[in-house]
């Protein structure tokens, strides 16, 4: 991120707080980023709301993404909010319904934890692709494979805050509200979610969910929820709220749509059969190959290989093996495990494969330690979440 671009958001973010304080302009303001720093670090699939996803080969540059090329994914424009003013509501099954100002969450014991955030419709674009012609197309942001990212959060925990209101029995689920504004079906909504209170109340380890306040070591982006949001390790990104306003406390998952309807996985997209399929939490096992990119043409022997692989969400899971073929499957090579490995964080690897004129697309394939695989196929769905197949990356080999 360069100097400019950070002296622009700072400036936009102060002179919004200054004139709430002053009484000239509504508590809650959107804003989006000038067009001239849209499209410097990301490829944006849209800019209103902004959507966007870094090039593959710049994402596994390092372990640890860096913030201006961890994905972008909003449903609205970005509320633009005065800390000064800003309020948590925690209500619900509770004791001790209450609200914190900004200043108190910052107050609370700070937990750091690094965690990989992926979107649910990351590789989305292939389900338009030659292997579905016989099904429908599916709408949504065409993502490719770039909608993931691996961050160091700062924040409080969620089980503290819960502990301090003091949840009632009989309790199942947290919901979490966030302040964007999306207009649906005739009024307007915050993106939503929420998680069942066994994960919510994970309170020590990699995967206790966190009210965060801070991304590598800087306070959050407008882009990525500032001044606070959800993460929630392991769980699909939908789940960790940006723009954090209010946290329920109830018997059942929230009503919000991105619980109730968006988010699921469904051959159809009537009420019976959204009703009849459950919220996604936590994400499938998932790798792509990302240098070199898709489409380039390569000298007939030995390719080097990178690229990132996601184990499953679950604690303790990490990649017990990765594969890649550049002859239809009929023979794989083992790819190499490269930087850290730790609980709910990607994997960064290496590969070197022969390739000749026979070679049209290299294949890659992963298994974890918990018994996850990715499958050489996956069925279709409406909605185009969680497409974890064989990654293929199409070549010309002269």
């Given at each position: 991120?360069?100097?400019?671009?950070?002296?622009?958001?700072?400036?936009?973010?102060?002179?919004?707080?200054?004139?709430v304080?002053?009484?000239?302009a509504?508590?809650?303001?959107?804003?989006?980023?000038?067009?001239?720093?849209?499209?410097?670090?990301?490829?944006?699939?849209?800019?209103?709301?902004?959507?966007?996803e870094?090039?593959?080969?710049?994402?596994?540059?390092?372990?640890?993404?860096?913030?201006?090329l961890?994905?972008?994914?909003?449903?609205?424009p970005?509320?633009?909010?005065?800390p000064?003013?800003?309020?948590l509501?925690?209500?619900?099954?509770?004791?001790?319904?209450?609200?914190?100002?900004?200043?108190?969450?910052?107050?609370?014991?700070?937990?750091?934890?690094?965690?990989?955030?992926?979107?649910?419709?990351?590789?989305?674009?292939?389900?338009?692709?030659?292997e579905?012609?016989?099904?429908?197309?599916?709408?949504?942001?065409?993502?490719?494979?770039?909608?993931?990212?691996?961050?160091?959060?700062?924040?409080?925990?969620?089980?503290?805050?819960?502990?301090?209101?003091?949840?009632?029995?009989?309790?199942?689920?947290?919901?979490?509200?966030?302040?964007?504004?999306?207009?649906?079906?005739?009024?307007?909504?915050?993106?939503?979610?929420?998680?069942?209170?066994?994960?919510?109340?994970?309170?020590?380890?990699?995967?206790?969910?966190?009210?965060s306040?801070?991304?590598?070591?800087?306070?959050?982006?407008?882009?990525?929820?500032?001044?606070?949001?959800?993460?929630?390790?392991?769980?699909?990104?939908?789940?960790?709220?940006?723009?954090?306003?209010?946290?329920?406390?109830?018997?059942?998952?929230?009503?919000?749509?991105y619980?109730?309807?968006?988010?699921k996985?469904?051959?159809?997209?009537?009420?019976?059969?959204?009703?009849?399929s459950?919220p996604?939490?936590?994400?499938?096992?998932?790798?792509?190959?990302?240098?070199?990119?898709?489409?380039?043409?390569?000298?007939?022997?030995?390719?080097?290989?990178?690229?990132?692989?996601?184990?499953?969400?679950?604690?303790?899971?990490?990649?017990?093996?990765?594969?890649?073929?550049?002859?239809?499957?009929?023979?794989?090579?083992?790819?190499?495990?490269?930087?850290?490995?730790?609980?709910?964080?990607?994997?960064?690897?290496?590969?070197?494969?022969k390739?000749?004129?026979?070679?049209?697309?290299?294949?890659?394939?992963?298994t974890?330690?918990t018994?996850?695989?990715?499958?050489?196929?996956?069925p279709?769905?409406?909605?185009?979440?969680?497409r974890?197949?064989?990654?293929?990356?199409?070549?010309?080999?002269?």
């Amino acid at each position: 991120m360069t100097r400019s671009s950070i002296s622009r958001r700072t400036v936009l973010q102060t002179a919004s707080g200054l004139l709430v304080a002053g009484g000239l302009a509504p508590a809650l303001a959107f804003q989006n980023e000038p067009r001239e720093e849209i499209e410097k670090d990301l490829i944006f699939r849209s800019v209103k709301p902004r959507n966007g996803e870094p090039e593959l080969a710049k994402l596994v540059k390092s372990w640890q993404t860096p913030t201006e090329l961890f994905y972008v994914r909003s449903h609205a424009p970005n509320p633009v909010i005065d800390p000064r003013q800003f309020k948590l509501r925690v209500e619900g099954m509770v004791r001790r319904p209450r609200t914190f100002s900004f200043d108190e969450i910052k107050q609370m014991p700070t937990v750091s934890t690094t965690a990989t955030l992926t979107c649910a419709g990351n590789r989305r674009s292939e389900y338009n692709g030659p292997e579905y012609q016989d099904v429908p197309s599916v709408s949504g942001v065409q993502w490719e494979g770039g909608t993931i990212g691996n961050a160091t959060w700062a924040g409080t925990l969620l089980a503290s805050v819960l502990k301090q209101v003091e949840v009632t029995e009989g309790a199942k689920h947290i919901w979490f509200e966030g302040l964007d504004q999306i207009p649906k079906k005739g009024s307007v909504i915050g993106f939503g979610g929420s998680i069942p209170i066994e994960k919510a109340m994970v309170a020590e380890g990699p995967g206790a969910p966190l009210l965060s306040h801070t991304m590598n070591g800087a306070q959050l982006t407008p882009d990525h929820g500032y001044p606070l949001r959800m993460v929630v390790p392991g769980y699909i990104g939908a789940r960790s709220v940006k723009w954090l306003g209010k946290i329920v406390v109830s018997d059942r998952p929230s009503p919000n749509h991105y619980v109730a309807t968006a988010y699921k996985i469904v051959k159809k997209t009537s009420p019976l059969d959204w009703s009849e399929s459950g919220p996604i939490y936590r994400f499938p096992i998932n790798a792509a190959i990302c240098t070199p990119s898709a489409g380039s043409t390569l000298n007939a022997g030995s390719v080097n290989l990178s690229g990132y692989a996601l184990p499953s969400g679950r604690n303790g899971s990490s990649i017990k093996d990765l594969l890649v073929s550049a002859d239809d499957g009929k023979t794989w090579t083992r790819g190499e495990m490269i930087g850290k490995k730790q609980d709910f964080c990607w994997q960064l690897w290496n590969a070197q494969i022969k390739v000749n004129a026979n070679t049209k697309e290299i294949l890659l394939r992963a298994t974890d330690s918990t018994g996850d695989f990715m499958p050489a196929r996956i069925p279709w769905n409406a909605k185009g979440y969680l497409r974890n197949s064989w990654y293929r990356l199409p070549v010309t080999v002269k």
